[in-house]
């Protein structure tokens, strides 16, 4: 019995957990654009974002209405960081981001 309310719980668990997921892209104007999201199709509406370069923040908001940010495209190595919180935090390198 235990074997099974176990397995009914992971089970139960797996389908309400969800992952963060964030791609950018350059938009060949001097800007990134960044989409976020969750696995589960949650929308990402004011979560943190912000972009890192040489250990210090340059560029710090919130995800807007449409779980997407735009900012002017650093000079040099950079990181884009969706932040949901622990556990749930994805980071794209500057150079991994085309058009």
Same mark, same amino acid.
């Given at each position: 019995?235990?074997?099974?309310?176990?397995?009914?719980?992971?089970?139960?668990?797996?389908?309400?957990?969800?992952?963060?997921?964030?791609?950018?892209?350059?938009?060949? *104007? %001097?800007? +990134?654009?960044?989409?976020?999201?969750?696995?589960?199709? &949650?929308?990402? !509406?004011?979560? $943190?974002?912000?972009?890192?370069? *040489? %250990?210090? +923040?340059?560029?710090?908001?919130?995800?807007?209405?449409? &779980?997407?940010? !735009?900012?002017? $495209?650093?000079?040099?190595?950079?990181?884009?960081?969706?932040?949901?919180?622990?556990?749930?935090?994805?980071?794209?390198?500057?150079?991994?981001?085309?058009?």
């Amino acid at each position: 019995m235990k074997k099974i309310v176990l397995a009914l719980s992971f089970m139960i668990s797996s389908m309400f957990a969800h992952s963060a997921i964030m791609s950018c892209f350059d938009n060949a *104007d %001097g800007t +990134i654009t960044c989409e976020g999201g969750f696995s589960d199709g &949650s929308s990402a !509406t004011g979560v $943190k974002f912000k972009v890192e370069k *040489d %250990g210090k +923040i340059i560029f710090n908001t919130k995800m807007n209405e449409y &779980s997407e940010v !735009t900012f002017d $495209k650093p000079s040099g190595d950079y990181t884009a960081i969706f932040d949901a919180g622990e556990g749930h935090q994805v980071k794209i390198n500057g150079s991994d981001i085309t058009e």
